[in-house]
């Protein structure tokens, strides 16, 4: 398979994440108000991140002969970072206010879709990303795997409030989903100290 062909497939993928999580700020924002569920307004704030981290491999993507790599690995591994600190603000302002949300049957329905698509398109990204052998659509896909995590430990969480009052669950099982980001983010950041060093020996 030509590179052109697997560009064109690697931004195919990154324009759908787009369209998902765009579409899906509004629709769980609107469920979250109804619900007055934290976790799912919170679910809803992580969306612009994963906007954030898509838009940045469209643009290293259409330009990947212009040495954009390194610079995108940065803003991909910040993206990360602020995933974990809006995930650990999750957290905090579940426990500190107790809130017991209401059942949202669209936002479980939504939730669960979300799951399913964001696994979906992190494979797909880490398959094309390893035939381009491009970091970047690799780690933003690991970002991706990251937004199906919390969507998974979101709809774990909704699902036991639901089912038996547990309205601490959700917040619980965001704590692998932490260490991950943590984890990917060293990764991405690393990778872009790498590309810089190797860059400033080739010059010496």
Do not use: C
Request: hydrophobic content about 60%.
């Amino acid at each position: 398979m030509s590179q052109t062909v697997l560009l064109k497939r690697g931004l195919l993928l990154e324009y759908l994440t787009l369209g998902w999580n765009v579409v899906g700020v509004i629709l769980v924002v609107l469920a979250a108000y109804a619900a007055r569920s934290v976790a799912l307004a919170g679910f809803g704030l992580d969306s612009p991140i994963e906007i954030f981290a898509s838009v940045v491999v469209v643009w290293q993507l259409k330009g990947i002969n212009l040495n954009r790599e390194r610079l995108a690995l940065r803003l991909i591994g910040i993206a990360f970072i602020a995933l974990v600190i809006y995930i650990v603000a999750q957290l905090l302002v579940t426990f500190l206010t107790g809130a017991h949300p209401a059942t949202s049957v669209g936002g479980i329905i939504w939730i669960a879709a979300t799951f399913i698509a964001m696994l979906l398109l992190a494979f797909g990204k880490r398959v094309t990303g390893k035939k381009l052998q491009n970091e970047v659509l690799l780690t933003e896909g690991r970002v991706t795997l990251v937004d199906a995590y919390l969507a998974g430990a979101v709809l774990l969480g909704l699902l036991l409030n639901a089912l038996f009052g547990w309205w601490w669950a959700d917040p619980l099982a965001s704590l692998v989903i932490i260490y991950y980001g943590i984890r990917e983010a060293m990764h991405a950041l690393q990778e872009s100290r790498s590309m810089k060093e190797a860059e400033e020996g080739s010059k010496a």
